[in-house]
């Protein structure tokens, strides 16, 4: 797991492989995020008991995304709070990157397909970087 800042503010999270068992990346001390990201790795006949989940109210003012590269490559620009550039990371089938703060634009490097999951529910916020 790669984490990004931009001036102490955490702005994204990069994951490229599974450990073994089930491994949270958000939701702990360190990292208390609105959107869930776990990856879980397990070899074959393993059993995770079953389970629901209790209504807990969750209240979120600000989007967080996670992008899930199924196929081809990308670049994405990371951009702070203040929006200026301020690093470019690169996304492979199977990489996942979760987009906590700041702004975000995406280069596609070859023909791809991108899951992106966001906490809901829908809006049409967006404010677009100005670019000079």
């Known amino acids: 797991m790669e984490k990004y800042y931009y001036k102490n503010k955490l702005i994204g999270i990069k994951i490229s492989k599974f ?19 776990l990856t879980l790795k397990y070899p074959k006949g393993s059993y995770l008991k079953a389970h629901i989940h209790k209504d807990v109210k969750r209240i ?12 081809g490559k990308v670049r994405i620009d990371l951009y702070g ?34 899951f992106e999951v966001k906490n809901g529910p829908y809006k049409d916020d967006k404010v677009f970087i100005d670019l000079i």
Do not use: M, W
Request: overall charge negative; proline content about 5%; glycine content about 10%.
């Open 19 to 37: 450990c073994q068992g089930s491994i949270p990346h958000t939701g702990t001390k360190e990292a208390e995020e609105s959107v869930g990201i």
């Open 60 to 71: 979120n003012h600000h989007l967080q995304e996670a992008f899930i590269v199924r196929k």
């Open 81 to 114: 709070p203040d929006q200026k550039l301020f690093k470019y990371i690169y996304l492979s089938p199977g990489q996942l990157f979760l987009a906590v703060s700041g702004g975000h634009a995406f280069h596609f490097l070859k023909d791809s397909e991108i």
